[in-house]
């Protein structure tokens, strides 16, 4: 991977402001009120959560997208973890997308409302946007490119030197169009959660759904399993990984950690394992606090834990 980009990563997609609500006993049913035990305002949106883990990692990183004349607060809390904010978009009219985060012991909700984000995709055949992509090692979308407009966006970057990664955040319209197959296969790394990656490969059960990718003519996809851990398809070649232990406080974004951290590993030039291990680890501890960014682990933290057991495995054959 080129080492002489100005960007190690470029980040696109949707930037919301998460406002959490936590340690409910039971949600509220319509005409009630039900109080919460914890609260935390967090930078939200798959962009920005992945963005600032890797910013937090030591990589250099600047984000694409929209927030509207409110989102002042957005980007200051992106640049505290040292992620540019340089080229995002602000809407004249709209509002900076914005979800409310409500959650239980057992399980959760979320209430969203889309805002500036809606503008996003219309920007990303803009110039000056993929003269940036073009001037990074790896752009993650962490959005649904247009499979008519945007189809040749991942073969220009690939040309231009550029490693391509693509987390589409639970778009089941987009995963199922026949017409995105052809981006999915162009990219360099897909990021799905099991859910995602079953609407796909059209199959239930790992092994099944890495060899349903495969047969669709996907070569290097990671897949995030929640309490279950991950595994990728790399090459033909499949590995696993464990949960890492941690007690959970909230799982908003881990996805999108997960997704930093095998980034990163990418980054340093690690191979396949090492870079779930590290998605793993950077899944994991996010939990740890509300939202997904304040447990997101230093690299200090990710290097300590990577000597603990969870370790990736190689399927046999």
């Known amino acids: 991977m080129p080492k002489s980009k100005k960007w190690d990563v470029v980040v696109v997609g949707e930037l919301f402001l998460d406002e959490i609500l936590s340690g409910f006993q039971a949600l509220p049913r319509l005409g009630e009120e039900a109080f919460a035990r914890k609260y935390a305002r967090e930078a939200g949106g798959g962009a920005a959560i992945t963005a600032c883990g ?107 030197g550029v490693l391509v990664s693509l987390d589409v955040q639970s778009n089941l319209s987009w995963l199922t169009s026949p017409v995105n197959l052809e981006i999915l296969r162009a990219v360099d790394l897909f990021c799905p959660n099991e859910s995602e990656a079953e609407w796909v490969a059209g199959e239930t059960g790992v092994h099944p759904i890495l060899r349903g990718l495969r047969a669709k003519g996907l070569k290097r996809v990671a897949v995030k399993l929640g309490g279950k851990g991950a595994a990728v398809t790399w090459d033909r070649e499949e590995y696993f990984i464990d949960p890492y232990p941690v007690s959970p406080e909230d799982t908003t974004g881990a996805g999108d950690c997960f997704n930093a951290g095998f980034l990163y590993g990418l980054l340093r030039g690690e191979e396949v394992e090492s870079c779930l291990n590290w998605g793993n680890i950077c899944g994991a501890l996010s939990t740890r606090e509300l939202g997904g960014l304040r447990g997101f682990p230093s690299l200090g933290e990710l290097q300590a834990a990577t000597n603990k057991p969870a370790k990736a495995r190689k399927a046999s054959k």
């Open 54 to 160: 890797l910013a937090k990692l030591g990589a250099t990183v600047a984000v694409l997208g929209v927030i509207g004349k409110d989102g002042d607060w957005l980007t200051r809390r992106l640049n505290e973890f040292g992620v540019d904010t340089t080229h995002v978009e602000v809407h004249p009219d709209n509002s900076t997308g914005l979800t409310i985060s409500v959650s239980t012991r057992e399980d959760r909700a979320f209430f969203s409302y889309s805002g500036a984000n809606d503008g996003l995709n219309s920007l990303l055949r803009r110039t000056e946007w993929i003269e940036l992509m073009i001037s990074a090692r790896i752009v993650h979308l962490a959005t649904s490119p247009d499979g008519d407009r945007d189809r040749p966006l991942v073969p220009m970057l690939k040309r231009a």
